[in-house]
């Protein structure tokens, strides 16, 4: 044994580069192994002179914890490469892009509307849609053998004659919800899902939203409804909308008026979407009945109140110009992705 050697099998260790694990532990049985060159090393050793072994017994030793280390340090870093590769993944791949959701039209308007409403000092309340028939009908002013109230209209979940369960056929039953449990004055707008028995076509669905209005206060009049009306439908519709109201009949308001808007595609010329009129219907309203009033404790010769009701597909398909309401209920991809303002990633 001599200097020069132990240098020469330093060098060569520190030059060692091995590929598999396989590779390393062939290294190991090179240098470590019972015929390995170091193993050599330390039984030549023994013959070396006394005066000698101090020095060479220190070098032999740091010779074996060099290559000791090299093959730890080979084993781990080896074993990491081969994980990943082992896998069979390419990290260095670009990710799967995937598709954002994104809100549902009917979602859209809802939030439009409710925010326009908001600005308007209006707070939203919601009810349940399985109620009973005193919140649907009895409240509202409905007489008992109204239409609404067959089965040809209305969903009944539990047939009790004296109470039925039901789901409900309208937001306005959350108006008499509201009246119940709110102080005065009340303010509030009810969107929800309603249900009527109604077969399927392009004008009608059994299943859709509506969004109610309730305001009541002392000396609230017509014109506070015309002008919270007026406010909204050009919110919604644009700066120049006008609206005009048609009487009509609801049993919970009284007076009653329906609402058209001037058609926002003709701009009041005439079009096939509002049938050559240039006026959209969009929805009912009216001045609480003071019947409806006094049903829910409310003294109705202080106080008085109007409100409204509208269907929310209906006012999507006129802002959209969708002509047929079974777009918003079939979840058909390529209808729902018009309405995607969100960026793909
Ligand atoms: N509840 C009515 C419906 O479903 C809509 C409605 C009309 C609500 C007039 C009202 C109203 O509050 O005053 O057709």
Redesign the pocket.
Known sequence: MNREEIDQLLAEINELKCKTQKEIEEARVRFLGKKGEVTRLFEEFRSVAPEMKKEFGKTLNELKQTVSNKIEEMKSSVGEEKSSAGSGQDLSMPGDPFELGSRHPVSIVRQEIVDIFRKFGYDVAEGPEIEDDYHVFEALNFPPNHPARDMQDTFFVSGGHLNPLLLR????SV?VRAMEKMGLPIRVICPGR?FRNEAISARAHCIFH?I???YIDENVTFADLKQAILLFAREMFGPETQIRMRP?F?P??EP?AEVDVSCNICHGQGCNVCKGTGWLEI????M?DPNVLEASGIDSKKYSG??????IERIAMLKWRVNDLRHYFENDMRFLKEFNTSTEV
């Not at 056929?169 to 306005?172: A, F, G, I, V």
């Not at 929805?283 to 009216?286: K, S």
């Open positions: 056929t309208h937001t306005s108006q309603v509506q109610e209005g309730l009509s609801f919970f308001t009653s929805l009912g309203c009216g609480v109007f409100a409204f009701g509208m269907g």
